[in-house]
T-cell receptor, first 115, second 112 residues
Framework: GAVVSQHPSWVICKSGTSVKIECRSLDFQATTMFWYRQFPKQSLMLMATSNEGSKATYEQGVEKDKFLINHASLTLSTLTVTSAHPEDSSFYIC???????????FGPGTRLTVL | GQQVMQIPQYQHVQEGEDFTTYCNSSTTLSNIQWYKQRPGGHPVFLIQLVKSGEVKKQKRLTFQFGEAKKNSSLHITATQTTDVGTYFCAGYGSGNTGKLIFGQGTTLQVKP
């Protein structure tokens, strides 16, 4: 299957700082990327849908000014958590899909801990 | 909005026993997908079902899509310790929103 990478795999930061997470599709062009958040022992919660070259579509209740998403190329999307707070601590997972396939390929996730 | 429900939330079985998780959607799905997430890992795509009443098998795993395309099941025969993890169903709703709606997942524990 297709490979999606995420960087970093884990990050610890101080409250008030910003953290950028990268999501890359390594062997295919991802017209659409998705950002999910997952709390321990819970399901994946879709945060936003990112289409290359256009603004991300955020799900209801997700602050777009806090979670900045950029999808500058067909192989890279970034999620920036701005002014992070302890309640932003979570497992963030991206997924990617090319224009033809319905299945999504997930990155390995980024565990964010905000102190 | 559209919801996808999964039961049970947790299941503990003895190795060799069978296991089934059920998935129900509040609306008709264009297709249903199943993913497996190992502890500490990320979801990995298992299979996609598209047709009404479709049944697919992958070794000891049997996947079914209901006739009304609103429910699905995953059955594992003779579980092994390698089957441990959380199984999620997910579906694309009608309207071609392009968004996968995930169920809550069923976490399977297998006692050796």
């Amino acid at each position: 299957g297709a490979v999606v990478s995420q960087h970093p795999s884990w990050v610890i930061c101080k409250s008030g700082t910003s953290v950028k997470i990268e999501c890359r599709s390594l062997d295919f062009q991802a017209t659409t990327m998705f950002w999910y958040r997952q709390f321990p022992k819970q399901s994946l919660m879709l945060m936003a849908t990112s289409n290359e070259g256009s603004k991300a579509t955020y799900e209801q209740g997700v602050e777009k000014d806090k979670f900045l998403i950029n999808h500058a190329s067909l192989t890279l999307s970034t999620l920036t958590v701005t002014s992070a707070h302890p309640e932003d601590s979570s497992f963030y997972i991206c997924s990617a899909r090319d224009g033809l396939a319905a299945e999504q390929f997930f990155g390995p996730g980024t565990r964010l801990t905000v102190l | 909005g559209q919801q996808v429900m999964q039961i049970p939330q947790y299941q503990h079985v003895q190795e060799g026993e069978d296991f089934t998780t059920y998935c129900n959607s509040s609306t008709t799905l264009s297709n249903i997908q199943w993913y497996k997430q190992r502890p500490g890992g990320h979801p990995v795509f298992l299979i996609q079902l598209v047709k009404s009443g479709e049944v697919k098998k992958q070794k000891r795993l049997t996947f079914q899509f209901g006739e009304a395309k609103k429910n699905s099941s995953l059955h594992i025969t003779a579980t092994q310790t390698t089957d441990v993890g959380t199984y999620f169903c997910a579906g694309y709703g009608s309207g071609n929103t392009g968004k996968l709606i995930f169920g809550q997942g069923t976490t399977l524990q297998v006692k050796p």
